[in-house]
């Protein structure tokens, strides 16, 4: 991953999806945010990210469906699912934030994959 790695944020909430690129940057990431898993499969087809963090509970096509179509098209790029249900619900993926969380483990989230 390069000094400055990419993230991409899917949340329909804007304020959760502000929250996550405040914590991304601090972390040491680019940001691109996104509020639908439409949004988000469109702005794939200009960027590569390093990581996407993908709500599982989105408008139109679900965060479940979008991190099956990422993990697809885009096998480099780390998955960290995040929602408010139970973890166990949760497809697989490289890390998970289950909300709330806090920046210091989206840090921890970043650093690990950095690392992998």
Do not use: N
């Not at 988000?40 to 996407?52: M, V």
């Not at 096509?61 to 098209?73: H, K, Q």
């Not at 790029?77 to 497809?91: E, K, Q």
């Amino acid at each position: 991953m390069s000094a400055a790695p990419l993230a991409l944020v899917v949340d329909d909430s804007d304020d959760q999806a502000e929250l996550l690129r405040r914590y991304l940057e601090r972390a040491g990431c680019r940001v691109v945010t996104a509020s639908t898993a439409e949004q988000a499969l469109e702005t794939l087809d200009d960027i590569r990210p390093d990581l996407a963090v993908v709500d599982l509970v989105l408008p139109g096509i679900s965060g479940r469906e979008l991190a099956a179509a990422l993990r697809e098209t885009h096998p480099e790029c780390a998955l960290v699912i995040t929602s408010v249900l139970d973890s166990s619900r949760y497809p697989e993926a490289d890390a998970v934030l289950p909300k709330p969380f806090t920046g210091a483990q989206v840090a921890t989230v970043v650093e690990r994959i950095a690392r992998a």
